[in-house]
């Protein structure tokens, strides 16, 4: 089991920007495929980013364009830098890792942290 740490989120104006930090430990960093996954109120989880060891990212339609993910080695850790966001980003966010893509292999969640989008 991966232990993931996640960090920020909160309340945003529809427009503004938050960063979302998901820390691990440095094997499970170096070997695991990381990213994020959101769940809004009656609705299933979805995948929104993902980041592989050797740095290929993916991202939902939905946010390509306004949500960065990227990886610091030195910290063992994970960024999600959310731009422009809109109420509809409006969920919890879960980091996630796995030894495969995570639209399929998650293995380990974080606590999630909830991101509020204001209109």
């Known amino acids: 089991q991966v232990q993931l740490a996640e960090s920020g989120g909160g309340l945003v104006q529809a427009g503004g920007s938050l960063r979302l930090s998901c820390a691990t430990s440095?094997?499970?960093?170096?070997?695991?495929?990381m990213g994020w996954y959101r769940q809004a109120p009656g609705k299933q989880r979805e995948l929104v980013t993902a980041?592989?060891?050797?740095?290929?990212?993916n991202y939902a339609d939905s946010v390509k364009g306004r949500f960065t993910i990227s990886r610091d080695s030195t910290k063992n850790t994970v960024y999600l830098q959310m731009n422009n966001l809109k109420p509809e980003d409006t969920a919890v966010y879960y980091c996630?890792?796995?030894?495969?893509?995570?639209?399929?292999?998650?293995?380990?969640w974080g606590q999630g942290t909830q991101v509020t989008v204001s209109s």
């Open positions: 996630a890792a796995g030894l495969g893509p995570l639209s399929t292999q998650v293995r380990s």
């Open positions: 440095r094997i499970a960093f170096s070997f695991n495929t």
């Open positions: 980041i592989t060891p050797g740095g290929s990212t």
